[in-house]
């Protein structure tokens, strides 16, 4: 398996290049930094000259930023397209490409939820994929549509925070989505409050989740199967502004459960894959090992 690039000392004079080229933009920055940290610093140059503020992280990422009253969002969005397209390719095939505008004055930038992430398209099948072949309605609720380049998903909800997430949920569980997949991202414990480093935030966060979540299981059937879990860490007492090495959490719960059990260390998120594709009733791939027996006691 080879990793997708990422570029600890920003991207070569070629990318950039082409990025002008293709694009027709100049730019500022071309570095790793903490975004909220070089839109702060750069913004004001950005203003004066036009130029889009690009940037990277210990991701793999190619990042812009841009004022939405200098560059207009859906300029941003082109110019991301392009990127996608016809700039990070070959050996700069990165993970996403990320619009990051912005509205506010020096001194007090602040980031929209105009977000939009391009993703790397996928390589090979993949399990909603799978779940839309057996005629198994899936939907995506927040940035997840934009993180699988909205390939296999019978419909997309984004969403602006964490609250409106979690508002959809049970908006959708009284349509018509009676049987089928849903997966839901929750984005400000990571934007906010993990890489803000902000525990305070990340305390409300994580309560006003909380509190939301005991209505939720109110409504689940007896038959639903529902798992929280977090792509990675992101400790807000930690030092500097990327993600943290922790083991995530995973919480498996269904109204038909007797007991708890300890699910243990697994060994890769393709477990939840495999869990979801016997929860199903679907051949299993056998990249990972299913945990839905162990729940049933």
């Not at 506010?104 to 929209?112: D, E, L, S």
């Not at 991202?185 to 525990?199: A, I, Q, T, W």
Request: charged residues 25%; hydrophobic residues 35%; proline residues 5%.
């Amino acid at each position: 398996t080879v990793p997708f690039p990422t570029f600890y000392e920003g991207f070569p004079k070629e990318l950039m290049d082409t990025f002008t080229k293709e694009t027709g933009y100049g730019f500022l920055g071309n570095e790793v930094a903490s975004g909220t940290e070089i839109i702060e610093r750069l913004g004001e140059e950005h203003i004066r000259t036009g130029k889009p503020i690009v940037y990277t992280s210990a991701d793999s990422v190619f990042q812009i930023a841009a004022h939405e009253d200098i560059i207009p969002l859906e300029e941003l969005y082109r110019m991301c397209q392009i990127t996608r397209d016809k700039v990070c390719v070959g050996d700069y095939y990165v993970g996403r490409i990320i619009a990051r505008p912005f509205v506010g004055t020096p001194g007090h930038f602040v980031r929209t939820s105009n977000r939009h992430d391009y993703s790397r398209m996928p390589e090979k099948k993949m399990v909603q994929q799978e779940l839309q072949d057996a005629n198994i309605p899936t939907v995506a609720v927040g940035k997840i549509g934009d993180i699988y380049a909205h390939v296999g998903w019978n419909a997309s909800y984004p969403t602006k925070s964490n609250a409106h997430g979690m508002n959809v949920v049970p908006y959708l569980l009284g349509q018509s989505f009676a049987r089928g997949f849903m997966m839901v991202n929750l984005v400000e414990f990571d934007s906010l409050y993990g890489h803000r480093r902000n525990v305070e935030g990340y305390k409300r966060a994580i309560e006003d989740f909380d509190y939301q979540l005991g209505g939720l299981l109110d409504l689940l059937k007896d038959d639903d199967l529902l798992i929280i879990t977090a792509d990675h860490g992101n400790d807000p007492t930690w030092k500097g502004t990327d993600h943290t090495r922790e083991m995530v959490p995973l919480l498996a719960y269904s109204p038909s459960m007797s007991h708890s059990v300890a699910l243990g260390d697994r060994h890769s998120f393709a477990d939840i894959g495999e869990t979801v594709l016997q929860n199903f009733g679907l051949k299993q791939w056998g990249i990972g090992s299913s945990f839905l027996d162990s729940l049933k006691g």
